[in-house]
């Protein structure tokens, strides 16, 4: 029987960023909406998306270990690989923050068990839905130590 053991908000900076540069069919610009993993630093573009802000229990978020000023180093830096990259553009482009703050993503964490299996903890994205099998490392029988890697 399944059961939530645990629901915890991971922590992202979202940074809205226009760049501009030339590229080979003229001048390009765009706005590009980019997070960064407030924990390991690691950035990707995304779509727009709503935020609902809700009262949550302190001990339910993660802290983040990325500070703002970090943040926007990191997302400025990989918006400007992808025009690069992706754009072909002929230079470096000028970018300019237009917002910026921090957001967190629900993830909840669940035990399961049946009774005639190991039991077994799944991490489940509050968002998607999408989940992925925690690998646990038993110490003395017993479950003492859960690695969860949400960077991906």
Do not use: Q
Request: with cysteine.
């Amino acid at each position: 029987m399944p059961r939530v053991a645990a629901k915890r908000y991971y922590p992202y900076h979202r940074v809205l960023i226009r760049y501009s540069a030339r590229t080979l069919l003229g001048e390009s610009t765009l706005k590009i909406s980019c997070i960064v993993d407030a924990r390991t630093g690691v950035a990707s573009t995304v779509d727009p998306f709503e935020i609902e802000e809700v009262e949550v229990a302190e001990d339910e978020v993660i802290i983040d270990v990325i500070g703002e000023a970090e943040a926007r180093r990191i997302a400025e830096s990989y918006v400007a690989y992808v025009v690069r990259n992706r754009r072909k553009a002929l230079v470096v482009p000028k970018t300019e923050v237009l917002e910026h703050g921090v957001v967190h993503r629900p993830f909840w964490i669940v035990r399961c068990e049946d009774g005639s299996t190991a039991p077994f903890r799944v991490l489940v994205d509050g968002i998607t839905g999408g989940f992925h099998v925690l690998h646990e490392t038993l110490r003395s029988e017993k479950l003492s130590k859960t690695t969860i890697d949400v960077s991906a």
